[in-house]
T-cell receptor, first 113, second 108 residues
Framework: EAQVTQNPRYLITVTGKKLTVTCSQN?????MSWYRQDPGLGLRQIYY???????DKGDVPEGYKVSRKEKRNFPLILESPSPNQTSLYFC????????????FGPGTRLTVL | QKEVEQNSGPLSVPEGAIASLNCTYS??????FFWYRQYSGKSPELIMS????GDKEDGRFTAQLNKASQYVSLLIRDSQPSDSATYLC????????FGKGTRLHILP
């Protein structure tokens, strides 16, 4: 089954404690991205990756890091989380054809105290 | 000017009627446009994509694109209570950029 998986699904942590949210896809997609979704602000892109070792900033990259060492994985790293990073996070992937569909993971609800 | 703009709603439509959702975008060079549906707490799911001017129909859904006016719309015919959700308009930039969404409420 084609899917994008994220872990963990729910996480409560404290300010400053480094964390990683994993994202993996089994569709051999070149393109992967991370979004955060906040009430009233919609889905905002954090980072995206066009292929292995190629990453670029989205609209709200501050406070986040990513890496793309393998095609299937695109982890999101918060080196020093702060309460304003409390949000619902989605990973997504798609092929690079013009008509390729973007698939979303199930989401990770992060709370930073 | 925001890249993708939508009316936040809520838009209330009686069951069986036509729901009309609208979106404008700022980048005149955009070529690919999408409508996603998102239920509360769930991930977005693609319901329509459109790449050329005109209408594209898929079941009860019709997407309309007017590149000259930088306008995309989604029509839902014979609206059902299960259509109650937030509808997100998105544009490929190369990242996929989303509007804030329109909440649609179908009244039984």
């Amino acid at each position: 089954e084609a899917q994008v998986t994220q872990n963990p699904r729910y996480l409560i942590t404290v300010t400053g404690k480094k964390l990683t949210v994993t994202c993996s896809q089994n569709m051999n997609h070149e393109y992967m991205s991370w979004y955060r979704q906040d009430p009233g602000l919609g889905l905002r892109q954090i980072y995206y990756s066009m292929n292995v070792e190629v990453t670029d900033k989205g609209d709200v990259p501050e406070g986040y890091k990513v890496s793309r060492k393998e095609k299937r994985n695109f982890p999101l790293i918060l080196e020093s989380p702060s309460p304003n990073q409390t949000s619902l996070y989605f990973c997504a992937s798609r092929g690079t054809g013009n008509t390729d569909t973007q698939y979303f993971g199930p989401g990770t609800r992060l709370t930073v105290l | 000017q925001k890249e993708v703009e939508q009316n936040s709603g809520p838009l209330s439509v009686p069951e069986g009627a036509i729901a009309s959702l609208n979106c404008t975008y700022s980048d005149r060079g955009s070529q690919s446009f999408f409508w996603y549906r998102q239920y509360s707490g769930k991930s977005p799911e693609l319901i329509m994509s459109i790449y050329s001017n005109g209408d594209k129909e898929d079941g009860r859904f019709t997407a309309q694109l007017n590149k000259a006016s930088q306008y995309v719309s989604l029509l839902i015919r014979d609206s059902q209570p299960s259509d109650s959700a937030t509808y997100l308009c998105a544009v490929k930039r190369p990242g996929i950029i989303f509007g804030k969404g329109t909440r649609l409420h179908i009244l039984p």
